[in-house]
C-alpha cells in the first residue's frame, strides 16, 4: 500500500482538520488576500486510520476549523474562514468543487453549480493555476443519463442533479465527474476549449423510489470511487427500526435498533449511459456473515469490538454485536482490493465513531480504528479519499 518514499499509496481523511502549529516535511506556506501568513501541514496514514489535515495562520483573530474538500495527488483542497479576510474564489466551494493535478506544477480547480434560472443547466467555475483567476460558462447538459424505467413518485424527484461528491478521473482532457449518489454522475472534460456535460446512471435506489423512506443524506448509505480504470459503486442497507419510547441516557434520542446489514458492490468498466452498463452486483456481503480476525487490534485508544478466535466462544457474540452495530458512509478502497471502509457507531448520535476496514472477497472485518469525536453528535462524520501522488 505504501508508495516508494513511504507513504500510504492513497489516504481516507477526516473532512474536519485541526486548527494549530504542526509543521512537517509535508508543510506548505502562503497568504491570504490580504497578506496574512498561513501554512498547512498534512499527515498521513494508512487507512483505515484517517489522515489529517493542519491549518495555522498565526496573525488572524480567528481561525475556524479547516475543511478538507478534494484531495488528487500532492494537492490538497480546503475551506478554511478566517477573520477579517476577504475569500479568494466565487462562494461555491462546498461539494460540487474538484480538483485536477496536470503535471508537476500545475493544476485546475473546477466547481459544478446548478443555473440559478435554467433548469438542467449548470455554471462550470474553472481555476487554473497559470492565470490565478476564475472563469465561467453556462453549461447544458448535452448528453442527459438514461431515464429510470420506473414511475418515481412526485415527493421523490430523481430527475434533479445534486451533487454529492467529485471523482477525478484525468487523461488528455482533464475528465472529472459530479456524482449525485443517489441518481448519476455528469462527466466534464474541463481542458477542452469548449467543455460539455455527459451524464450517466448509477444503480437506482429502487428500495426508497417504492417505499415511504425518505431519501436522506446520500453519503449514508452509497460511496463511489474510479478504481484500476473502473468506477467502483458500494451500497450499505440497513434492517432497523426506531424505539421512539426508550430514550438512550447517553445520546438522549431515541434508540435505532439495527438487526443487520449489508454491503453490495458493482463494478462499471465501459462507463456507457446505461442501468445495464453496471449489471447485477459482484458482491454482497451481510454483516452477520462477517467474521472478525483474529489478531484484530485497535490503534487508537478505545476498542470497538474486542477481537476473539473463530474457535472461542465469544466469536459468535462478536458477530452478534458486529451486525448491531450503526454503520454509514461505505466507501471503496482506492487499491482495488475489494475492501470498503465504513464509519461506525455503537448508537444513533453517540459522539465517537471508528472506520472499519472490510474485506469483502473474505467477509472479514480487517480491522477497527478510532476515527474521532463529534462536538454535535448530530453531525454527519465525513471522509474523502485522495492517491499521493505517485499513484494518480
Known amino acids: 500500500m505504501a508508495t516508494e518514499a513511504g507513504h500510504p499509496a492513497w489516504f481516507l481523511t477526516a473532512a ?25 501541514s498534512f499527515f498521513p496514514n494508512r487507512p483505515p486510520q484517517p489522515s489529517k489535515l493542519w491549518v495555522h495562520c498565526q496573525e488572524a483573530v480567528h481561525v475556524d476549523t479547516p475543511r478538507v474538500l478534494c484531495i488528487a495527488g500532492d494537492l490538497i483542497l480546503f475551506r478554511v474562514d478566517i477573520s477579517d479576510c476577504v475569500p479568494d474564489s466565487p462562494d461555491v466551494l462546498k461539494t460540487e468543487v474538484g480538483i485536477l493535478p496536470r503535471g508537476l506544477k500545475h493544476y485546475t480547480i473546477a466547481a459544478l453549480v446548478p443555473h440559478p434560472l435554467k433548469l438542467h443547466n449548470f455554471q462550470l467555475h474553472l481555476f487554473h493555476s497559470e492565470t490565478l483567476s476564475w472563469t465561467t460558462m453556462a453549461l447544458p447538459v448535452a448528453e442527459p443519463q438514461q431515464d429510470l424505467d420506473c414511475e418515481i413518485p412526485t415527493d421523490r424527484d430523481l430527475r434533479c442533479h445534486n451533487t454529492s461528491n467529485v471523482i477525478t478521473i484525468g487523461g488528455e482532457y482533464g475528465t472529472m465527474g459530479w456524482v449525485d449518489l443517489w441518481r448519476g454522475i455528469l462527466f466534464c472534460d474541463v481542458l477542452r476549449e469548449k467543455p460539455t456535460l455527459r451524464g450517466i446512471p448509477l444503480p437506482p435506489p429502487i428500495e426508497f423510489i417504492t417505499s415511504s423512506d425518505y431519501f436522506g443524506r446520500a453519503m449514508d448509505c452509497r460511496g463511489i470511487a474510479f478504481v484500476n480504470g473502473c468506477l467502483k459503486f458500494v451500497q450499505l442497507d440497513i434492517i432497523s427500526s426506531y424505539d421512539i419510547d426508550d ?14 446489514w449489508a454491503i453490495s458492490s458493482w463494478i462499471n468498466p465501459t462507463m456507457e449511459n446505461s ?3 453496471w449489471g447485477e452486483p459482484e458482491c454482497t456481503v451481510r454483516a452477520a456473515e462477517v467474521t472478525i480476525k483474529t489478531d484484530m487490534i485497535s490503534h487508537s485508544t478505545g ?3 474486542r477481537p476473539s478466535d473463530e474457535s472461542s466462544d465469544d466469536s459468535e457474540e462478536d458477530a452478534d454485536y458486529l451486525r448491531h452495530l450503526v454503520v454509514s458512509d461505505p466507501s471503496p478502497s482506492l487499491d482495488g482490493d475489494g475492501f470498503v471502509y465504513l464509519i461506525a ?3 444513533l448520535y453517540h459522539p465517537k465513531s471508528w472506520i472499519l476496514a472490510l474485506d469483502m472477497n473474505t467477509k472479514t472485518l480487517q480491522s477497527a480504528d478510532l ?3 463529534v462536538e454535535d453528535p448530530r453531525d454527519s462524520v465525513m471522509y474523502c479519499t485522495g492517491r499521493s501522488s505517485s499513484n494518480t
Open 345 to 347: 457507531r455503537e448508537k
Open 247 to 260: 430514550i438512550d441516557p447517553e445520546t438522549e434520542y431515541p434508540t435505532l435498533l439495527v438487526d443487520d
Open 303 to 305: 476498542m470497538l469490538l
Open 275 to 277: 442501468y445495464e452498463a
Open 371 to 373: 476515527f474521532g469525536i
Open 16 to 40: 474536519e482538520g485541526y486548527v494549530g502549529d504542526r509543521s512537517n516535511e509535508r508543510t506548505a506556506t502562503g497568504f491570504t488576500r490580504k497578506g496574512l501568513s498561513i501554512k498547512a
